[in-house]
């Protein structure tokens, strides 16, 4: 898997629909995990943390509603935006999955390119610099389009890696992240990394923001992790 992609959660338990989804989101540059139903994909939220999910409503086992319900309810899950998949299609049925807490609501059957820049929309939300927008923190601005990062009006040379450290920590501001939260954001799931390597690309991204002077917006966390600000 390639880091810094946004994750998608593809809860849907029809194979051919699940199909068409994965290869349109994999065509859109996400990069997708999938559950087929509902208790596996409560236990797939903890284990990815996805940026979004694309939750059925009719589900083996746990249903769609009830997986809403339960990310919604809980502090680290609900920034989670929630697109509620449903054949259900009366005003009845949209207002309950949207009291669930769903983000969205789209009824079957959909046109897929609408549904694309639905998650598009919602991801602009919750990772922006990912979907080319720009990120300020302080007179920190980073530019994801143009790859480029200045600080006081003066530009900041980062290398690959510091470049995604600090767009994932200007993403979200305050947000205290673990070394593994990390590793799984910026290098990728699939990459064996050591977790110190984590502590010497945050020394580098540092010294790299405090070379033109200011303080340093880098707060470390004793025994957690890092946070921008």
């Not at 992609?5 to 290869?23: G, S």
């Not at 319900?69 to 309950?96: F, G, H």
């Not at 993403?171 to 990459?191: C, F, H």
Request: contains cysteine; hydrophobic residues 40%.
């Amino acid at each position: 898997m390639s880091a810094q992609k946004p994750c998608v959660l593809l809860v849907e338990d029809e194979p051919a629909q699940r199909e068409i989804l994965r290869y349109n989101l994999n065509a859109e540059g996400y990069e997708v995990v999938m559950a087929e139903n509902g208790d596996d994909a409560l236990l797939m939220v903890d284990e990815v943390m996805p940026d979004l999910i694309l939750l059925d409503w009719m589900l083996p086992g746990v249903s769609g509603i009830e997986i809403c319900r339960q990310v919604k309810s809980r502090k680290e899950t609900r920034p989670i935006p929630v697109i509620m998949l449903s054949a259900r299609s009366e005003e009845l049925d949209r207002v309950r999955g949207l009291e669930t807490g769903a983000d969205d609501y789209v009824v079957k059957p959909f046109s897929v390119s609408e549904l694309m820049a639905r998650v598009r929309t919602q991801l602009r939300r919750t990772r922006p610099a990912a979907v080319g927008q720009q990120l300020t923190f302080d007179d920190i601005i980073l530019d994801g389009e143009s790859h480029r990062v200045t600080r006081a009006g003066e530009p900041i040379k980062l290398g690959p890696t510091e470049f995604r450290l600090l767009t994932t920590l200007m993403e979200k501001p305050g947000r205290v992240w673990s070394r593994e939260q990390l590793l799984d954001r910026v290098w990728g799931r699939d990459v064996y990394v050591d977790t110190r390597t984590v502590d010497v690309h945050v020394g580098r991204l540092r010294k790299a923001l405090c070379k033109v002077g200011g303080d340093d917006p880098l707060r470390t966390v004793r025994g957690t992790g890092y946070s921008l600000g």
